[in-house]
């Protein structure tokens, strides 16, 4: 009969280990979303500003690109003061 030993430490380490390696592949994930949001959000501000360019009324704007009136306001602010 084989009777194995237990070692608190190497439980703990066992453990530290499983929990790290779940900890980062959360980390990993939750970065890609927020990549991908942060991605999508840019192309959205993009699409508005040539849109404004093209001088589509804002309400238009704000509709088809899912971005607040408010901000593609703001965006046209943005490019007057460019375009100046």
């Known amino acids: 009969m084989l ?8 439980d703990i380490k066992v453990q530290r280990r499983e929990a790290y390696r779940e900890g980062l592949a959360e980390g ?4 890609i979303e927020q990549g991908i ?11 508005a500003k040539k849109l404004l360019k093209d ?4 309400e238009q704007i704000a509709k088809y690109t899912d971005l607040p009136l408010e901000k593609v306001q703001e ?4 490019i007057e003061v ?3």
């Open 37 to 47: 949001e942060q991605g999508a959000a840019k192309t959205k501000i993009e699409t």
């Open 75 to 78: 965006l046209t602010k943005e």
């Open 82 to 84: 460019i375009e100046k």
């Open 55 to 58: 001088n589509l009324p804002i």
């Open 3 to 10: 009777i194995a030993e237990y070692s608190y430490e190497t």
């Open 28 to 31: 990993i994930e939750q970065g």
